[in-house]
């Protein structure tokens, strides 16, 4: 398996560093770092502070994505999943949880709120053409296939 060192730094002195949670785990947890418990009622929803900011490579992107245990159990997930986050990007990660639950979702510091994904990424480079190529699909879009 391939690593690559990703370079972090503590923005709020109680910070937890995010973690891997398996051996062959794709995501690291990423931790709330709030300075007291956050109020998320249902329907609400609210960037969370993780107290950490990292130093992603050129060539790669963090993935923020939800966690499953919290979308299954207590219908909080992510906005904007996944978010991403650039390698030219060194500010404070934001969390923005939704709770789509029936019941008001408590957020503690050290609560474990989303995952981390690190993954390859390619820019590319647009070519303005007056026709694309046809496929056997072409246009057909939402549902095309059947649901």
Known sequence: MKTITIKIKRMRSQALLPAYMSRHAAGMDLYACPDSIMVLEPGSRAVIPTGIAVAIPPGY???VRPRSGLALHRGVTLVNAPGTIDA?????????????????????????????????????????VENLDETGRNDGGFGHTGC
């Open 61 to 63: 992107e963090g993935q």
């Open 88 to 128: 030219d990007y060194r500010g404070e990660i934001g969390i923005i949880l939704i709770n789509h639950g029936s019941e008001t979702f408590m957020v503690s510091p050290g609560d474990r709120i989303a995952q981390l994904v690190i993954a390859p990424v390619r820019q590319a480079v647009l070519e303005l």
